[in-house]
């Protein structure tokens, strides 16, 4: 079973940073990509950016293009969001998924992401 672990959540005020970690116990084909996808109270699970391991292929929603950037760490299995000129409408649990890739590179369905993390809460205020 897969596991993975985020961290790095908190309270920032707009225009501020925080960078989230996720670290998974195992990298398989199956988990070859990892994701981030976030849930504001009231809203449906979104995405925001993915990575796959092998290619470094990234993906990224329209409203994070520009202030979010995925990263991996390939010694310590942990994949990196790093969150610049955060805004109040960020607000949310950001969630790590892990998924398989396709040839063309990570996915942004919610579907294709098999493992889950517990979910960080990021809380921007004006």
């Known amino acids: 079973q897969v596991q993975l672990v985020e961290s790095g959540g908190g309270l920032v005020q707009a225009g501020g940073s925080l960078r989230l970690s996720c670290a998974t116990s195992?990298?398989?084909?199956?988990?070859?990509?990892m994701g981030w996808f976030r849930q504001a109270p009231g809203k449906e699970r979104e995405f925001v950016t993915a990575i796959a391991w092998n290619t470094e292929k990234t993906i990224y929603a329209d409203y994070v293009k520009g202030r979010f950037t995925i990263s991996t760490d390939n010694a310590k299995n942990t994949v990196y969001l790093q969150m610049n000129s955060l805004k109040p409408e960020d607000t949310a649990v950001y969630y790590c998924?892990?998924?398989?890739?396709?040839?063309?590179?990570?996915?942004?369905?919610?579907?294709?992401?098999?493992?889950w993390g517990q979910g960080t809460q990021v809380t921007v205020s004006s």
């Open positions: 195992s990298r398989t084909f199956r988990t070859s990509a």
């Open positions: 998924a892990a998924g398989l890739a396709r040839l063309a590179g990570p996915s942004s369905l919610r579907d294709e992401y098999v493992y």
